[in-house]
């Protein structure tokens, strides 16, 4: 690990392997089942397996985010290590995590005024936020400094681009980001939603597509219109879903077919229990770098 430290927290849904090989450090979000509450450890505590089942059964499901003191404790591990520090939230559109961490940053820069620490809102969900994560590492590894750093990510995050759809819109309905009255049409026309992510970090549906088939369909046609260099793309895409590993493979399998450089190329990451908790089974989301997100 370098003189620098970037990290995350396990709603970036990236596996802990792949999170400790590119030497980043996370934290651990908290959800509860039927007022049972778990640690999002990446499914040690619940598989998401029996998560996605306890969802189907109807399980009542919540989330709570990283408190002050778990962020001012993590923070000051690596901080009393010697260690500067960057790390990288949950999109601010969805949860408060960024300024919880924006507060434990304030009271811990007092006890290690020599270190830098800097902490950043990744307007990202899911392995959007992975991939945001990622993409930082391959920049330390180059031999970025972390103000360097900072900066880069602060001026490029917005093109991280999410577009995601749901073939189940029941946990949508109750999580309320679709009325009960058009989620029940919407179940009956078999509308799968296409959504994506804004400039402010939330999540906005954009198109209602009929059939499964036409909405994967329209996903890598997003692709397609907003990657840098459109089919000539060649950077990281990741891909990931909750409990419909088969639809998450269409979709890579029309983007292999689609852009030549990415044969091979695309890695496939489950929704974890932070997100998972929300969408319920049946959501698949990818993710890329290209043009910003405006709106």
Known sequence: MGEYVISCCTAADLSEEYLNKREIPFLCFHFEVDGVDYLDDMGKSLPLEQLFKKMDAGASTKTSQISVSEYSDFFRGILSEGKDLI???????????????????EAIEEEFPDRKLFVVDSLA???GYGLLVDKMADLRDEGMSIEELYNWIEANKTRLNHWFFTSDLTYFIRGGRVSKTAGAVGQILNICPLLNVDFEGRLI??????????????????????????LDYSGKVFISNSACEEDAKQVS???EEKFMKMKGMVRHFPIGATIGSHTGPGTVALFF????RLD
């Open 289 to 292: 770098w290209g043009k910003e």
């Open 205 to 230: 549906p954009r198109e209602k597509i009929r059939t499964k088939k036409k909405v994967i369909r329209r996903t890598v046609e997003k692709m397609e219109e907003l990657a840098d260099d459109g």
């Open 253 to 255: 399998d029309l983007i």
């Open 87 to 105: 790390h990288v939230t949950l999109s601010s559109g969805i949860t408060g995590s960024y300024n919880s961490a924006m507060i434990a940053k």
């Open 125 to 127: 969900a899911s392995s």
